[in-house]
């Protein structure tokens, strides 16, 4: 379990930089001999970056509004399973049925 833990960790600390190295190695966008105007490729990038942007965005926005006095607080806060959540994917999943949970809460 733990391999997998620090493999999907690392590839995500590497994504931003492959990203980076792609931005950076750009050379625009052609079909053939034509190459697209700038205008062209900056509204494809915004409509890439439209989507993109909100995972990063909302991710700082939570760990910024979390209570907590230091950063490794917010994001153990965050990043534990919500028990109301469990409990509901435990019924829709068949593992325990409402009555069990009831009388275990």
């Known amino acids: 379990m733990f391999k997998r833990r ?3 960790s690392l590839f995500c600390a590497l994504s ?3 990203f980076l190295f792609s931005v950076i190695q750009w050379s625009g966008v052609s079909y053939g ?3 697209y105007p700038g205008w ?3 509204c494809g990038w915004v409509l890439a970056l439209a989507s993109m942007l909100w ?3 909302v991710a700082i926005y939570k760990i910024v509004k979390t209570p907590g006095t ?5 994001l153990r806060f965050l990043l534990r ?3 109301d959540e469990m409990k509901t994917i435990q019924v829709r999943e068949g593992l325990t049925t409402q009555t069990e949970l009831e009388t275990l809460s």
């Not at 230091?70 to 917010?74: W, Y």
């Open 70 to 74: 230091s950063l490794f607080q917010r």
């Open 33 to 35: 001999s034509y190459q």
């Open 6 to 8: 620090a493999f999907s």
């Open 16 to 18: 931003p930089g492959v």
């Open 55 to 57: 995972i990063p965005g």
């Open 81 to 83: 399973p919500d028990d």
């Open 40 to 42: 062209a490729e900056f």
